[in-house]
């Protein structure tokens, strides 16, 4: 009787069949580990015959044909119903925290995208489930539930009584994402994508 112990599916635009589904399956007392592609043909097969030797293999297929991002995830071994926090700058280029369960985690390609994690999780003082794409950015993921400080992307000041905040950096500054990991304890993952712009500048 063959019973599959462990899967993971992986969409990567860069593929001529762009899914590789990767298994562990129980085969009469061996182990089976193979991927296939979307359309069931075998790109890799072997039989081991301990269940450390199978995940050992497992991890290594999927290391194989996983992107940058992907793998980022993939090895920080993130369990499902575990608080996390992920940290990373908004569309405005600022630093932002987001306090997570993930319920799943797939790993997929996203609109020009090939490499991307899409997580589905449960936010901090929420009831229904919400959906994030990681992909071509830096980003870091803590265990347990953080907060930035108030000051994590601006300087504060008083002048006649009233409070003035400016910006600490240019907008995507990388220098906000380096603050964000120092701020931040216990980091699972810390996936820095920074890219040096036309202006010389690096940006997260």
Not at 116 to 139: D, E, I, P, T
Not at 167 to 186: C, R, T
């Amino acid at each position: 009787m063959t019973r599959i112990i462990k899967q993971v599916r992986v969409e990567n635009l860069h593929y001529n069949y762009k899914e590789r589904l990767i298994s562990i399956a129980n085969l009469f007392g061996k182990y089976e580990v193979t991927v296939l592609n979307n359309c069931g043909d075998e790109l890799e097969m072997k039989t081991v015959d301990t269940v450390g030797e199978a995940h050992s293999l497992f991890d290594e297929y999927a290391n194989k044909y996983l992107g940058a991002v992907q793998k980022s995830v993939y090895n920080a071994g993130m369990e499902l119903g575990k608080k996390y926090t992920i940290a990373m700058l908004n569309d405005f280029g600022f630093p932002i925290t987001i306090q997570i369960i993930p319920t799943s985690i797939e790993y997929t390609a996203y609109a020009q995208y090939d490499d991307a994690v899409h997580l589905v999780f449960k936010m901090k003082g929420r009831r229904k489930l919400f959906g994030k794409y990681l992909y071509n950015q830096s980003f870091a993921i803590f265990e347990g539930w953080q907060e930035l400080p108030k000051d994590a992307w601006c300087n504060t000041t008083a002048e006649n009584g009233v409070e003035i905040r400016t910006s600490k950096y240019y907008g995507f500054s990388h220098q906000y994402f380096e603050d964000m990991v120092q701020a931040l304890k216990n980091p699972l993952i810390i996936h820095d994508d920074s890219k040096i712009g036309v202006d010389g500048r690096v940006y997260a």
